[in-house]
């Protein structure tokens, strides 16, 4: 049996096919890489998204303390002055008022991280020199 012959035609388009073939090949491994990038980058923006969230709650718990601690203050404020008259009562208050300050203060304490400690020597402040004054 006798194979074919082909025209130079027919070898021009075997050869563009197979090039086509290739080129979408190579279009399709480019296109996996950038599938697998977009997943990524999904997976990196949801705990992005769940990070967020959790400063967002922080931040809506600070702002709370915040504004017990005002309310605290200008509650006993305001009953400080309405019983300035009634020295027991002030008294009481003025207890009232320590116990919160001071519950205050440690939970500030607690959750303020110490500050790093410096490896620079300190600098002596330079006091201050008066004109000479002029000679005669």
Request: proline residues 7%.
């Amino acid at each position: 049996m006798q194979m074919p012959h082909l025209t130079h035609f027919q070898a021009f388009l075997c050869l563009v096919l197979i090039f086509i073939f290739v080129w979408m090949v190579t279009i399709d491994l480019k296109l996996s890489k950038v599938v697998k990038h977009q997943k990524l980058i999904e997976r990196l923006l949801n705990i992005m998204a769940l990070d967020f969230s959790k400063l967002q709650t922080a931040v809506a718990n600070e702002v709370t303390v915040e504004q017990s601690a005002i309310t605290l203050i200008t509650t006993i404020a305001g009953e400080i002055a309405a019983n300035a008259n009634d020295q027991q009562t002030v008294s009481d208050l003025a207890d009232k008022l320590n116990q919160a300050a001071a519950g205050l203060s440690a939970a500030i304490t607690a959750n303020t991280p110490a500050a790093p400690a410096s490896t620079s020597t300190p600098v002596a402040p330079v006091p201050p020199t008066s004109p000479a004054a002029p000679t005669a």
